[in-house]
């Protein structure tokens, strides 16, 4: 018994450790910076190429609107659950949002692979904490990993497990680069590793597109869910196609295959109301990337500007006709912040019963922390 004290004594030290030194990961931050700021009316999201090629200042001073104030919530190494998560935080502290703008590269917009929960490690963790149930709805996961979920959220040293092992990574490698050749970095991270984000060749990659083509009619749900929902609170969508390289434009984004995709995609988001910029070719001087997928500063600023100046002259994108809202405060199916993403009463084929745990649970939404 003694032993066990003293093992449940050290696991809750520890757990306790890992939720002080977690505190101010980077999605917690994130979203204490979101939550803080006033009058925000564009919001900026997506992954890592989002947060390094979104420059809220320079899109400010280029829309030409005074009360402008523009947020980017780009998230690296995150997936469109996240970004759905943070979409739905966001709408739910700032009635001022008028446009959404959502940065996409290759067949992020239609990707629906299943994961597991070695796959939510680092910032893709923040779908245990922010809003747990969004995640297990739009995630797709086998019963086993789903039941891991529900119990091992609850656990800090296991949800920030990362926050430890990156600082281990950190050290291993500045170790292991003692005596050799500086390895070219940026903020992300070490250059080479984004290598691997991309595919392996170009007939690689326009065998996915073909794939993606044949297997996946319909944007994906988190994707079509960030343009629902945001058309729900009067807000356009504008789908970008982030800048690329003239390496990975060349060398991927001129195959059939990707051609094919992107008039699919485009299709596919005008069908649901919003607007698809192509902006790939924005940004054709190499040195404003820091590697093959990523902006540099300059890069940022430049990008930033011309979607500013093409939001301001484009301000009639279209937006999806609104329904009123229903008594239960839902617009055109979508729910309050908090509510099961099906619970709106306008949603065919729910039960009575579920009706019945729809209205306990939804009565009041949650208020979660960061």
Request: net charge positive; aromatic share 10%.
């Amino acid at each position: 018994m003694i032993s066990l004290g003293i093992t449940a004594a050290i696991l809750f030290a520890f757990n306790a450790a890992v939720m002080r030194f977690a505190r101010n990961s980077i999605p917690r931050r994130l979203v204490r910076q979101m939550d803080e700021t006033r009058g925000l009316t564009h919001l900026a999201l997506g992954n890592s190429l989002m947060a390094a090629g979104f420059d809220s200042s320079a899109f400010d001073q280029y829309l030409g609107s005074p009360n402008a104030v523009a947020f980017n919530a780009g998230l690296g190494s995150s997936y469109p659950v996240e970004h759905l998560i943070l979409l739905r935080r966001a709408l739910r502290d700032h009635s001022t949002i008028n446009t959404v703008i959502y940065g996409f590269f290759d067949l992020q917009l239609t990707d629906n692979s299943a994961v597991t929960t070695s796959d939510l490690v680092g910032n893709r963790a923040a779908s245990y904490y922010l809003e747990p149930d969004i995640a297990l709805e739009y995630y797709r996961m086998s019963p086993r990993d789903r039941l891991a979920f529900e119990l091992l959220r609850h656990v800090p040293m296991f949800v920030d497990r990362a926050a430890i092992w990156a600082r281990v990574e950190q050290a291993r490698r500045a170790m292991a680069q003692i005596g050799l050749p500086v390895v070219a970095t940026n903020r992300f991270g070490q250059v080479s590793d984004f290598a691997l984000l991309e595919a392996r060749s170009s007939a690689n990659f326009n065998g996915q597109c073909e794939r993606a083509l044949r297997e996946t009619p319909e944007l994906s749900a988190p994707v079509r869910q960030i343009i629902r929902q945001s058309q729900a609170r009067g807000a356009r969508v504008v789908i970008v196609e982030m800048p690329m390289s003239e390496y990975h434009r060349r060398t991927f984004y001129s195959v059939p295959g990707w051609v094919q995709y992107r008039d699919h995609v485009r299709a596919l988001v005008e069908a649901n109301g919003a607007t698809y910029v192509a902006a790939s070719d924005w940004i054709a001087d190499p040195s404003e990337f820091a590697d093959h997928l990523h902006l540099a500063p300059s890069g940022a600023q430049d990008f930033s500007r011309r979607l500013a100046v093409y939001c301001r002259t484009n301000k009639n994108a279209r937006l999806a006709s609104q329904r009123a809202p229903n008594r239960r405060g839902c617009r055109q199916g979508v729910p309050p912040f908090g509510c099961p993403p099906d619970s709106c009463a306008n949603t065919p084929a729910i039960s009575a019963w579920a009706s019945s745990w729809i209205r306990l649970r939804c009565s009041a939404p949650r208020k979660l922390s960061a």
